[in-house]
């Protein structure tokens, strides 16, 4: 199966920002040792693939030093966090054993951006997620569907996360930051970042 891009970015108004503002999420440019996920769920999200996504990206994005707290978006209501991204998942996060045909082509997620600046906002395309993860299970994997949809969530946040936090759209040779990924490699027992990528979230830490 061929790999499929991870994110494209496209073009997002500045009037978020006013919305987030009024919601009382407001990112900010600093990388600290903590960064708040917020996530807005708008289909279907099983709690094994919710707690395996969230585990899963932890563990990437904790290798360079920087920890997630996460919050859900109706709970954030009213709060104010001054260092956080915002990743929004549409379609099912959960595995279906028939589902509809679905076109595979286009990338699993987009991180916007505005006036060609990478915004700490990103969405992920569960159902194309989901969709990759069911063409490359075989045997044993059925049995654990949820939690290898949510492994392969985590990985496709991890992705998004390195662009927002380091406010690039460069991505690596290797590792989760690749540039196209199969649902093979969604799904494998490992698929950390590059030396190159912790080296990057390390320095843009340091320059806070």
Known sequence: MRPVAICASVFFCVVTQALAASSGVVPTAALPSAVTVIFDIKGHFAASALNEMRAEAGRIIGTSGIRLEWQDRNA????????????TFKGSCSFDPAPPLYDETGPYATTRTANGEVQPFGEVDCDRVVNSVRMAMFGGD????????????????????VHMLTKSGMHAHEGVQKAALSGRQLISASLPLSAMDVDRLKQVRARQ
């Open 76 to 87: 954030a209501m009213g709060n104010v966090y001054s260092d956080l991204v915002v990743m």
């Open 142 to 161: 059925y049995t654990k569907a949820d939690v290898l949809i949510g492994r392969a969530l985590g990985r496709v946040v991890a992705h998004e996360l």
